[in-house]
Nanobody, 123 residues
Framework: QVQFVESGGGLVQAGGSLRLSCAASGATFSNYRVGWFRQAPGKEREFVVR????????VYADSVKGRFTISRDNAKNTVYLQMNNLKPEDTAVYYC????????????????WGQGTQVTVSS
C-alpha cells in the first residue's frame, strides 16, 4: 500500500513561493491519481488540485488557478506542488492524497492520505 510523506511547507510572505513535495513509498505509485487538499483552521478540507496517473491531465480549484502548478515524477514516486504568488488566504495544512479508482475533487473519494504540511503566508 502506498504511503505519503509531504514536505516543503513553511512560513512565507505574501507574494512569495513554496514548493511542496509528496513522496510515496509502497505500491506502484503510477497506479494512483493524486490530489492536493488543504484545511485552514476552523474550515473544512478543500480541494486544491489533482493530477492523473500519467500527469497529462490536471484540474485546479479556481482559487489557485494560474498560481499553483502540480506535477509528478513517477520514476521518483513524487508529486510536486509549486505555489507562486501566495496569499494569506492560502494559509492551511496541505495534504496529498491518492485514489486508485476515482478521478475526483471530493476528499471522500481518496483512499490514502499523507500527514500534511503547514503553509503559512504572512501579509
Amino acid at each position: 500500500q502506498v504511503q505519503f510523506v509531504e514536505s516543503g511547507g513553511g512560513l512565507v510572505q505574501a507574494g512569495g513561493s513554496l514548493r511542496l513535495s509528496c513522496a510515496a513509498s509502497g505500491a506502484t505509485f503510477s497506479n494512483y491519481r493524486v490530489g492536493w487538499f488543504r484545511q485552514a483552521p476552523g474550515k473544512e478540507r478543500e480541494f486544491v488540485v489533482r493530477i492523473s496517473r500519467s500527469g497529462g491531465i490536471t484540474v485546479y480549484a479556481d482559487s489557485v488557478k494560474g498560481r499553483f502548478t502540480i506535477s509528478r515524477d513517477n520514476a521518483k514516486n513524487t508529486v510536486y506542488l509549486q505555489m507562486n504568488n501566495l496569499k494569506p488566504e492560502d494559509t492551511a495544512v496541505y495534504y496529498c492524497a491518492a485514489s486508485a479508482n476515482l478521478w475526483s475533487s471530493r476528499s471522500g473519494d481518496y483512499d490514502l492520505w499523507g500527514q500534511g504540511t503547514q503553509v503559512t503566508v504572512s501579509s
